[in-house]
């Protein structure tokens, strides 16, 4: 895979841009190392909370005149990077490539607003993300690894797991509320929310609960439904697989939700993590708070 940030700067520089880099050099760009994102899961199969490897390629400061940064933002949305955050003097970017990670282009036409920007920043979010699938279908893979990769990206985050070893129906509904209005408070806050499992089977057969926990429940920003064929359930789970025609219906129920997103568990754990990466950093774009500053930036 080639280094998508030196394909970049090659086509700033084919469309004739007077750009300068001030904080890392080209050399320093085309020898940037490789992500490699921790193990997913703990002892047990949960999610394991790690932190965003270091050493990496991260951020990179361009600047330019002001009657080139309409075109340079125009290269970088057709090269899928994302706006995050900016203000009157800078606009920032990001994307997620599965080769040097979590990337952040900033860009300005003075050297000294990029200097005093406060980098430490959190933008205020209310999105919740929640990852669905039958057991084995390798949902705790994946949002373990987009959880660590947010880690870079500027907002606060939380991630809830939704099972529960609970046995007693009274537990599991005390345990399930407390989880919801965790994601209440997170969103009061500002805060972005990951799940792990969420609440479309919970109760499925008590119509009353079910409802009721479905109505108090907030509604996730995208579902992202990570499908795997019956082997695959099979070879992960073993004995504890659940019946062909249980794990059928389960992706029957899922079929029904608005604000899913299907992923493919046949393709590699990289490329479906490239996938969710910028789907959830397209869903958090401002592109009217973009917009406006990018019209009094140029003006």
Known sequence: MKNRIVLLLKELDKNKIDY???????KDINKAKRIILPKGVNEVGYLKDNSYPGGLLERIDIILPKKDI?????ILKKNSFKFGYGNDNFLSYFYYDSYLGLVNITLSYDKKFLLKENRKRKILTNKLFSFISPEGGGKTVLVSAVNTILKKYPIKLDNIHFGS?????IHRIIDLIKKIFRIRKNKFYGTATLTDRYIYLTF???PTLRN???FIAPKPSIIFIVKA???????RRGPLC??????EEIYSTYGKLKNKYVIDSSKTVKENVNIIANKILENLENQNEEAKYLRKIIQ
Do not use: C, G, Q
């Open 20 to 26: 300068s880099l001030i904080n890392i050099s080209k």
């Open 70 to 74: 309409k075109k340079t933002v125009k």
């Open 165 to 169: 070893f609970k046995r007693s129906r």
């Open 204 to 206: 499925n057969k008590i």
């Open 212 to 214: 009721l926990v479905r």
């Open 229 to 235: 064929d019956y082997n695959t359930h099979k070879k």
């Open 242 to 247: 659940p019946p062909r025609e249980r794990i």
